[in-house]
C-alpha cells in the first residue's frame, strides 16, 4: 500500500526528516509515536503532499506509484486521508456541503458523474449513525464553533464518508474525553478492511488500547529509531521516550 | 446659446424644432458632444411629450454648473465628456451571424454559467431564429401582469402611455440636482424600465428585465422607475450574470424606488459589467445612482452581486420617511486584477419606529481596492430608529485593498446603531485542507467565498442566486496561484 523510502524533507532551512523507511501494506495498523517535535505530523503532512514541506531526498510510493508530482487533491483522489491534528474552520460551508463538494470532486477525477441527490443522503445518513453524530451537527459551518472533540469525530465522519485506501490519523485522540474516544475508535475499527490501512499517531498509549496496532514506530529527531509490536506502546507509556533517546545516542 | 425658461418654452411650444435646424441630426448616431441641441434631439427621437423635453434640458443647465466628484476612493482618467456620442438608434442588426464568429472566451463563460445556446445567442448578439417558447412566455407573462393591472414597459412607452405616473414620480427620489451623474443622467437617459404595481396586488412573479420585450438598446444611460402602490408588493431583477461587453465606456444609471404606505419593493442586481482585461486596460465605468423612498410601514430591500465593471461607484440607499419603514441592503462586491469599486449604501432615518439593515461582503483579489462607504443618518425626530451594520472584506493574495468607510450621523437620542466589521484572508491552511479532502485550489477558493457570501446569496431569487454563485467563482478564476 505504502511503501517510503529513506525520505528526507525540510521546511525552510530546517531539515525535520531525516531518512524514514515504512512500509505499510493493507490490512495492517501501524502507529507512529514520538516525542514532541520528532517529527510526526511533518511525515502525514508530507505524505499527503503538502507543498510547504521540500522533500530533499528519498521518495514515497501509493501502490507502487511514486507521487512525486502529485498534487494533494489527487493523492486524496488516490485514496489518501488525513484526519488534522488541528481541522480549520470554513465559515458559511456546511459539513454536508463541504462533504458533498469532496465526494463530487473525487468521482469527477474518476469519470464519474455526480453522485446522485438520494445515495448521497443514504450514505450520510449511514455514516452519521456509525459515528453517533447528531443529524443536525451536519448542517453547521463546518468546525465553526465546534468543541474539540466535534471537531474529530468530524474528521473521522468525513474519513467515513470518503472511505480512503490510507488514513492518517494525525494525534486524533487528543482533545477527545474518554467517551469520545471510544466513539470514534469504534468508528475507525468498523471502517478497517482488509483493502485498507490505518496509521495512527499519538503521544500516547491510550488510543492504541482502542485501536489495536499491528506495528509500532518510534520517531525521534526525524527518525524511525524502534519499531515493534502494540507492546512496544505499553513499554514507552511505562519508561517514556528518554531511554530511547540515549539508545539513539549510544 | 442661452436660453431662459420662459424662450425655450414658447420656442418648444412652436415645434420649431421638429422640422428646423435640428434636421440635420436625423442619423441614427448622433454626433459626439453634449449641448441643449444634442438633448432636444433625443427627446425629438423618442417623441417625448414637451414636459419631459423640458425636464431633460433643466437637468442638462445643472449638470452643465457641476463638477465630478472625486470623493471616492478610486483612480481613473476622466471622461471627456464631449467626446462621446448620447444617442445611438437600438441595435437591430444582429452583430453576427452565427456563434462561431462569437470570442471563443465569452462562448466558454456562458458554458459555465449554464446558459442554453439560444440564451447565448441573444446574450452575444447573434441573430436568432424565431424561438416559440420563448415568445409565448413573454405573451403568458404579460397577460398575467394586465390582468392584475401590474404596468410593465420601457420607460420611453410610459412617458408616452403614463405621463401621470412619470410626471409624479420621476425625479422625486433622485433629483436632478442630486449628483454629477444623476443630472447627466436625467439630460440623456435613453432607456429603461418601468413599473407600476397598484394597490393592494402582489406581483406574482419576479419582474426581470429580461422578460421586457423591447429591452434591446437600453444604452449606457439606463433610468428605471418602480412604484409600489399601497399595500403591494414586487420582487425585481436586473441585470445579468452573462458578462456584457460594452462598447460604451461610461455608464451612468439612475433608479428610483417608491413604496407608498405599506407597500415593499425586493430590488436585486447581478451586475457583470466588463471589468477591463488582467492588465487594467478598457472596462466601463459604472457610476450609479439608486435610491428608494419608503413611505409608512413600507420596506425596501436591495441585494446586490456585483463582480464587472473597472470602475464602480454605486450607493443603494433608502430614505426612510414613513413611521415603521424598513430599509435593508445586502451587498457582494468582488474585485479582481485592476478593478476598483467604491460601493455602499445610504439609510436616511426620518420616520419613528425605522429599522434599516446593512450587510456587505466585499471580496478582493489581484491589485484591486475595493471600498465600502456607508452612511447612518437619523434624523432627530426619528424615535426609536435601529440599525445594524455589518461589514466583512475577504482578501486574496497580498497585492489588493479592503477599506472601510463607514460614517454615522444620529440626531437622536432613542437610537441604537450597530456596527461589526471584519477583515480575513483566505489562509493556506484552509486551501491544503480543501487539496487533502480532493477539492482543487480554484474550488476550494470558490467554496469558502460561496460560505463568505452565504448571507447576501441566500436574500436573491432562486433561480438568480444560483447563477450568481457560479458568476463569483468565475469572476475570481486565477487569482490564486
Redesign the interface.
Known sequence: MLKINNLHARVEDKEILKGINLTVNAGEVHAIMGPNGSGKSTLAAVI???E?FEITKGEVFLEGENLEDT???D???KGI??S?QY??E????SVT??MK???N??RK?KGLEDMPAKDMLKLIREKSELLEIDRKFLSR?LNEGFSGGEKKRNEIF?MAM?EPKLAILDETDSGLDIDALRIVANGVNKLKSKDNAVIVITHYQRLLEYIVPDFVHVLHNGKIVKSGTKDLALELEEKGYDWLKQETVI | MAYTEEELKKELETKEYEYGFYTDIESDTFPNGLNEEIVIAISKKKEEPEWMTLWRLQSFKIWKDMVEPEWANVKYKKPDFQAISYYSAPNKKPKYESLDEVDPELLDTFKKLGISLDEQKKLAGVAVDIVMDSVSVATTFKKTLAEKGIIFCSISEAIKEHPELVKKYIGSVVPQKDNFYAALNSAVFSDGSFCYIPKGVRCPMELSTYFRINQAGTGQFERTLVIADEGSYVSYLEGCTAPSRDENQLHAAVVELIALDDAEIKYSTVQNWFPGNKEGQGGVFNFVTKRGLCEKNAKISWTQVETGSAVTWKYPSCILKGDNSIGEFYSIAVTNNYQQADTGTKMIHLGKNTRSTIISKGISAGKSQNSYRGLVQVNSRAENARNFSQCDSLLMGNECGAHTFPYIEVKNKSAQIEHEATTSKIGEDQIFYCNQRGINTEKAIALIVNGFSKEVLNKLPMEFAVEAQKLLEISLEGSVG
Not at chain 1, 470554513?90 to 460551508?93: A, D, K, L
Open positions: 499527503a503532499g503538502k510547504e498534487s494533494p487533491e493523492r486524496a483522489h486521508f488525513l488534522f481541522p480549520v470554513i465559515p458559511g460551508v456541503n463541504f463538494t469532496a465526494i470532486e473525487s477525477a459551518s468525513q470518503l
